[in-house]
């Protein structure tokens, strides 16, 4: 059964500040996914990941895949107030189409 | 643009009570999914579809039922309500492994938000 585990499940952020999110999957994958949501919306694509050593960036985030370690990152550069939300990633099994989502982190940023 | 559609946005049912949650994409994707989420949690697979005809459970099908009868609509049919039915239902809609390199990100819809009473 593939499990998938982030952290930290909550983050505090000061504005201007550097921190990552770590998402570990239990079992080999070759599509890892991050997503946001907003409190009481959907989800919003941000991220695909398909290969070892995949790196994506989008504004202040960074995300970035090792397959042999299972870990995937989520970096956010100097974070600012829009930010805040709940980020999650979720992974398919190889040749699967089934997502399995972690449980997220709520990112709180701080004036 | 609309891209994945559900309704109602919104419900309150009684225990034993049955509905059925609509889910519609325009998108012409294959495949399509449910999910629930409760608070403060991520998203649980409850069925999904690759294909018209076609359905699989996921993780946590019990007290529910799909039917996949043309590529744009999945509904899904709750019977007999529970309270632990209570949750936000979301459907998603992905264009399908056409390939190894295929990405087959899921889009998302808005969500109907359940309460069994």
């Avoid at chain 2, 949750?87 to 390939?99: K, M, R, T």
């Amino acid at each position: 059964e593939l499990k998938v585990e982030q952290n930290p499940l909550f983050l505090s952020m000061q504005e201007g500040k550097n921190y990552t999110i770590y998402c570990n999957y239990s079992t080999t994958s070759d599509r890892l996914y991050w997503y946001r949501q907003d409190p009481g919306k959907s989800l919003e694509s941000l991220f695909v990941l398909l290969s070892n050593g995949a790196v994506k960036q989008e504004g202040r985030l960074m995300a970035s895949l090792d397959t042999k370690a299972r870990l995937s990152t989520l970096h956010i550069t100097a974070a600012v107030h829009d930010l805040s939300a709940t980020y999650f990633c979720a992974v398919t099994e190889t040749s699967g189409s089934r997502l399995t989502f972690g449980e997220g982190t709520q990112l709180t940023v701080n004036p | 643009n609309a891209g994945v559609t559900q309704t109602p946005k919104f419900r309150i049912l009684k225990i034993g009570q049955s509905m059925t949650l609509q889910c519609a994409q325009d998108m012409n994707h294959n495949y399509m999914y449910w999910y629930r989420q409760d608070p403060g949690m991520g998203l649980k697979l409850i069925y999904y579809s690759v294909g018209a005809g076609i359905t699989d459970k996921g993780e946590v099908p019990n007290g529910y039922n799909v039917s996949r009868s043309t590529t744009e609509d999945f509904p899904l049919r709750l019977e007999l309500a529970a309270p632990s039915q209570t949750s936000v239902y979301f459907c998603a809609s992905s264009q399908g492994l056409a390939g190894r390199a295929a990405k087959n990100i899921q889009y998302f819809g808005a969500g109907t938000r359940l309460s069994v009473l």
